[in-house]
């Protein structure tokens, strides 16, 4: 199986800064994508943010020019450095991982974090 454990979220003003990370441990992939998602309450889970192993990137309209996500191979980490946050980035923070493990079933699958509380407010 495979571990996410993410971190970093809590409360902050309009316009401050967070960086969320994600620890992955456990069995070996052959990695497809690595994401964070987020869902407010009575919202649908959407996608923010994705990184390839080759490293191409892409986000949600609404966080481009704001946040920014990253592998950090040496710590085994999936991270998301905030800018400038509103209001409207509060919500619940999920790591992804989608890939094919090594050993067992060989076919694709995503692996979930818990989530992380981040909370916009003065």
Not at 28 to 51: C, D, F, S
Not at 105 to 116: A, C, F, I, K, L
């Amino acid at each position: 199986q495979v571990q996410l454990v993410e971190s970093g979220g809590g409360l902050v003003q309009p316009g401050g800064s967070l960086r969320l990370s994600c620890e992955a441990s456990g069995r070996h992939l052959n990695i497809n994508t690595m994401n964070w998602y987020r869902q407010a309450p009575g919202k649908q889970r959407e996608l923010v943010a994705t990184i390839t192993p080759g490293g191409s990137t892409d986000y949600a309209d609404s966080v481009k020019g704001r946040f920014t996500i990253s592998e950090d191979n040496a710590k085994n980490t999936i991270d998301l450095q905030m800018n400038n946050l509103k209001p409207e980035d509060t919500a619940v923070y999920y790591c992804n991982v989608n890939g094919v493990p090594w050993y067992g079933v060989r076919s694709p699958n995503d692996y979930w974090g818990q989530g992380t509380q981040v909370t916009v407010s003065s």
